[in-house]
Every structure is written in C-alpha cells, then in structure tokens.
C-alpha cells in the first residue's frame, strides 16, 4: 500500500512538473523577432495558465463561439459527436451546441447534432460552421458547404431563430474560385452582440480570406462589414478599402477594391476577434500554420493597426504539423479590467497530439494578458 501511494505522488508530482514547465516554455517561445508587426503599446504578453487546462468533447474540432441573448455562449463543431461523444459516437459533419455555466464548471449540451442532442443535426453529412455570432436574439453561421476541392468551396450564411434547435440557409452563396472572398470568423462584442462602439454601431463585422489557388498559403485577411438587419442580402455586404486622410475608414461592395486589414507573410488563418473593452482594444488570434504557430494581436478599430502580445513558434509544445484551427476569447468569460480571459481552441494534426495532446476536442485554459 505504501509502495502505491508513493507511486501516485511521484506521478502528480510529475504532471505538476510538466504543466509548469509547459507554462514556462511557452511564456519564453513568444517570438516577437518573427511577428510580422510591431510589439503592443499596450500589452506586455500573455500568461498561459496550464494547471487551469481542461477538454471535452474528444473527436470534435472547430468550436467557433458566440455570447448570446439567453447569457449562454452558443459554438460549432465538425466531425464528431460533440460533447459527450467520439469520432464516431453521435458522429455529423456540422453541429451546434450550448455552453452553460462559467469556465470552472462548464456544461456543455449539444443542441443540433450529435450524441444525445436535442434536436436532430440540420448539417449530418456535410458542412462546417467557420464562425457563428449572436445578433438580436437569432444565430448566424457562416457555413462551408464542402461542395467542392478545400478551398474551392461555397460558403452560405445560415440563420437560428431558436437558439440553434433548427437551421435556414439564406438562397445565395458567396462565389467560389480564386480570388474571391471567403468568410471566416465573426468580430465578437458583448452578450447579444452589444457594446459596439458607437462609430461603428449597426453593423456586424466579418473576418475572412481570398480563396487562394490551390497548394498555396493565405496570408493576408479582410474585413467586412454588413447592416445588422441585412445579414441575410448579399448586396449589403462592404469590405474595408483602407483610411481616408482623416484616419476614417473608407469601405466598397467591390471586394476586388478591398485593403488587407491583417497579414502574415508566414501564413494566416482565419482569425478570431473580439472587442475587449476595459481596454478599448481589439484582441485577435491567428495561427500562422500549425498547432503551434499562433498570433495574438491587438489593436484600436478592428483593421488595424494591428500590434504584437505575443508570437509563438511551439505554443503548448506543438510544433508546426498539423493545423490550427482556431482560438476564441469569449467575452462572458472576460474579467472587468479586461485582462483576464479563457481560451477556447482547436488544433489539429501530428504535433497536436504532443505537448498538450490537444488534437481533435474542445480545449479550455485561463489566460491572463500583461500590461
């Protein structure tokens, strides 16, 4: 017996010794020499807090996520069956699910697809959810139809007016073929789409990429903007087109005549956004690669100009192979002095599975921003 518990001390003191190494090694891999924009005026860096790490929903990746009227936070999956469930337990292409209660104790409960869910999945074989956003109680999702070769795809904006329990598709698509605009991850503010500043006010703001040719790297995203009771027409929709001498922002339906708002020469994807503000501030994450090549960034408007918190090479001891997929701070979980955050992810691939073993599943950790 007491051969036993000594060999389970020795091993939680073990995991205590990897989580903090983990934490230090990440801190001191913030390579701001290789970020492609100046370091933040602002923030000074980030705390990754590791022994706050905790995941769900093993098979399932993705999970873009949004605040909504109800005070719960709404996100997707792909591939899997969601909380709950596996690679192939409750398995769709697309699904949908609530998260209730506060990050310590979270619940999370699938709504539309999945093991268990509430209501049957809306996207069972095909699609995937690049971003999802709550505005005046209804549900958007910006869905990848997988009609075609990634990247040569349809996306088409898809709408919840029952909190994800059922899906509407909008009866057009943004264009496919090289050049033209994919629409990655939504601008996120407070619950419901609330505290927009007010310059920017009546607007919801989208993030996303030229389609490029196939085999080649995206490094460069756009901005676009659409009326908030126009969402679903197409015509309404604007892409930023740079700053007029005053600094004010200049926009046009030509995607063609669109300004860059975010690049990487590294790589760069779709990033995830929200508006911090006890800080005023703008903080975006990207991966530049792989699962553990990511970009924090800030900024004062939501094009720029964009500065550096930190810049990683090996994020969680994951290395370059595979793909990061995504990182969200979702603005429920963000303490009033704006600094203290957690970190929803989804990474991808060989290296995903080493350092943290986040590959394929829903990731949770508490970070803290430096001033």
């Known amino acids: ?12 003191l073990l995991f205590g010794f990897i989580l903090m190494t983990a934490t230090i090694v990440t801190a001191q891999d913030s390579q701001t020499s290789k970020a492609p924009y100046p370091p933040s005026p602002v923030l000074r860096g980030v705390t990754w807090h590791w022994e706050t790490y905790k995941t ?14 109800d005070n719960a936070l709404y996100t997707a999956w792909g ?28 619940r999370g409960i699938n709504v539309n697809g999945g093991l268990n869910a509430e209501h049957p999945a809306a996207f069972s074989k095909k699609g995937k959810a690049s971003g999802i956003v709550c505005v005046n109680g209804t549900l958007y999702a ?43 991850r939504f601008l996120n503010f407070g619950r419901d789409y ?20 196939q085999g080649e ?40 005549a669109a300004a860059p708002v975010l690049a990487d020469k590294g790589g760069i994807t779709p990033c995830s956004a ?47 192979a595979g793909e990061g997929l995504g990182c969200d701070f979702p603005g429920k979980w963000m303490s009033e002095d704006g600094l203290t955050m957690c970190c929803i992810f989804s990474v991808y691939g060989g290296s995903a599975k080493q350092g943290l073993h986040a590959h394929d599943r829903f990731n949770l950790v508490k970070v803290t921003f430096e001033r």
């Not at 899997?80 to 769709?92: A, I, K, Q, Y």
Request: include cysteine; aromatic fraction near 16%.
């Open 56 to 69: 769900a929903a093993l098979g399932s990746d993705l999970w873009p996520v949004t605040w909504a009227d």
């Open 274 to 320: 929200v508006y911090d503000p006890a800080l005023k501030r703008y903080i975006a994450a990207a991966f530049h690669e792989g699962p553990g090549q990511l970009g924090i960034f800030d900024a004062p408007e939501p094009w720029g100009p964009w500065t550096t918190v930190a810049y990683y090479e090996d994020w969680g001891r994951m290395g370059a």
């Open 217 to 256: 790297t995206t490094d460069a995203l756009y901005l676009a903007r659409v009326p908030k009771e126009k969402i679903l027409e197409r015509a309404a929709y604007e892409f930023f087109a740079g700053c007029d001498a005053d600094n004010r922002a200049k926009w046009t339906t030509n995607f063609s």
């Open 142 to 184: 910006d869905i990848n139809l997988q009609d075609g070769k990634w990247p040569d795809v349809h996306h088409v904006m898809a709408w919840s007016t029952n909190h994800g329990a059922t899906w509407s598709k909008a009866d057009w698509m943004f264009g496919k073929g090289a050049g033209e605009f994919q629409p990655g």
């Open 79 to 106: 591939d899997g069956g969601g909380f709950g469930g596996s690679d192939s337990l409750g398995r769709v292409s697309l699904g949908f699910a609530r998260i209730e209660g506060g990050p310590e104790n979270f």
């Open 194 to 213: 609330s505290g927009v500043p007010a310059h920017l006010a009546g607007f919801i703001y989208l993030y996303g990429f030229t389609q490029p040719v």
């Open 1 to 12: 017996m007491r051969f036993t518990i000594s060999k389970i001390f020795l091993r939680v």
